[in-house]
Every structure is written in C-alpha cells, then in structure tokens.
C-alpha cells in the first residue's frame, strides 16, 4: 500500500506561481512513476504531469512551458510548479503514483486562479 499526501494549493491571480508537493509513504520501494492530475469543475480528470523514478517526465501540452514536474527521491515527494498561472488552470490537483502495477491517489488539492 501507498499513501499520498499533497499540499500547496491556494489562491493566485492570473500570472502567479505556487509549488505542489506530494509526499508518499508505505511501500515506497515499489513506486514508478508518479504524477499530477487535474479535474476541473464538469471535466474529466487529466494528466498535467508525470516522472518516473528515472527522472524521465511527460508534460501535457496545456501546461508545458509553465509547469514542472521534480522528484526527490530521498524524501519520497514529487513536486509540480507552476508558473504564469491562469484562470484555466483552476481544478482539483491530484497526485497519483503507480506501484507493482497499481495505480494510488491522493485527496487532491484545491488550486484556484483568480482573473
């Protein structure tokens, strides 16, 4: 089992920045990729960004360029920041991690971008 536990979220105005993280805990040995996903208000849950324990990363088109996805192995965390926020990034941010092929979730995180 994998426990997630994300903090960061807020309020920003359109143009601002704010650093998600994601700390996991329990079978962390097993962990490959971890990532953030985003679900809007009437949307589907959509990847933002991905990185597995390698260091490789994947980077939707809607953010890239103004998101980054980090991994610390050491403290087990994976962060996310996002800069030049705007009013279409506001959603609830969840960070997933897959582990010996299961997929775990976190509660998710409020981010909200004011215009």
């Known amino acids: 089992q994998v426990q997630l536990v994300e903090s960061g979220g807020g309020l920003v105005q359109t143009g601002g920045s704010l650093r998600l993280s994601c700390t996991a805990s329990?079978?962390?040995?097993?962990?490959?990729?971890m990532g953030w996903y985003r679900q809007a208000p009437g949307k589907q849950r959509e990847l933002a960004a991905r990185?597995?324990?390698?260091?490789?990363?994947n980077v939707a088109d809607s953010v890239k360029g103004r998101f980054t996805i980090s991994r610390d192995n050491a403290k087990n965390t994976v962060y996310l920041q996002m800069n030049s926020l705007k009013p279409e990034d506001t959603a609830v941010y969840y960070c997933?991690?897959?582990?010996?092929?299961?997929?775990?979730w976190g509660r998710g995180t409020q981010v909200t971008v004011s215009s």
């Open positions: 997933r991690a897959v582990a010996s092929g299961t997929m775990y």
């Open positions: 329990g079978s962390i040995f097993s962990i490959n990729t």
């Open positions: 990185i597995t324990s390698g260091g490789s990363t």
